[in-house]
């Protein structure tokens, strides 16, 4: 099953996740990968119809400085008939209120656009969020897999391989 994964990164902790985690779990789960940073994506690179975005939040739940360089034209994709999952880092102890908000400004735009997205997580009693980023569908569910590696880092193995084995029943 080929996947295509789409990410941004600033101080390399999404790139070392996807290259030291994610890669060896999505391969040992039967994916074959194709990883674009979202600075070259191209429009010939959406015509696929199954994605995994990664995306780290920065500051006051802004996004990534590639992602926001690409934003316009990210939302004027149409997602039809794609599935999309997405992951996403950020600071739960430093900046609750927008941990990980990229994951549901992107998962947004793509059910906007016509997009299924896939592998919402649950918001359990891990995660130390007094307040309700954008991140969240609801009080209790992610949009995707939010990952603190500044804080919770010895969590993010088990979390990615939890999230794997959910997407790939839907994928």
């Excluded at 099953?1 to 039967?30: A, P």
């Excluded at 934003?71 to 008939?81: C, G, R």
């Excluded at 997405?86 to 994951?103: A, H, K, N, S, T």
């Excluded at 947004?108 to 896939?118: A, C, L, P, S």
Aim: with cysteine; hydrophobic share 35%.
């Amino acid at each position: 099953m080929c996947i295509k994964l789409i990410y941004g990164t600033y101080t390399g902790n999404t790139e070392n996740v996807i290259d030291n985690i994610l890669l060896s779990v999505l391969e040992d789960n039967g994916f074959q990968v194709e990883t674009i940073g979202v600075h070259t994506v191209t429009p010939e690179d959406w015509n696929h119809d199954k994605f995994i975005l990664g995306i780290p939040t920065w500051y006051d739940g802004e996004l990534q400085s590639d992602w926001e360089d690409y934003f316009n034209l990210f939302k004027a994709i149409s997602f039809k008939d794609k599935t999309v999952a997405i992951f996403g880092l950020g600071d739960q102890l430093g900046y609750d209120e927008w941990f990980c908000d990229g994951v549901g400004i992107l998962a947004k735009v793509v059910i906007e656009n016509g997009g299924k997205v896939i592998g919402l997580t649950e918001k359990d009693d891990t995660y130390e969020l007094e307040e309700t980023p954008k991140s969240l569908v609801d009080d209790s569910t992610f949009y995707g897999l939010c990952l603190d590696e500044d804080n919770q880092g010895e969590l993010t193995q088990q979390r990615l391989e939890k999230w794997i084995t959910q997407i790939k029943e839907v994928f």
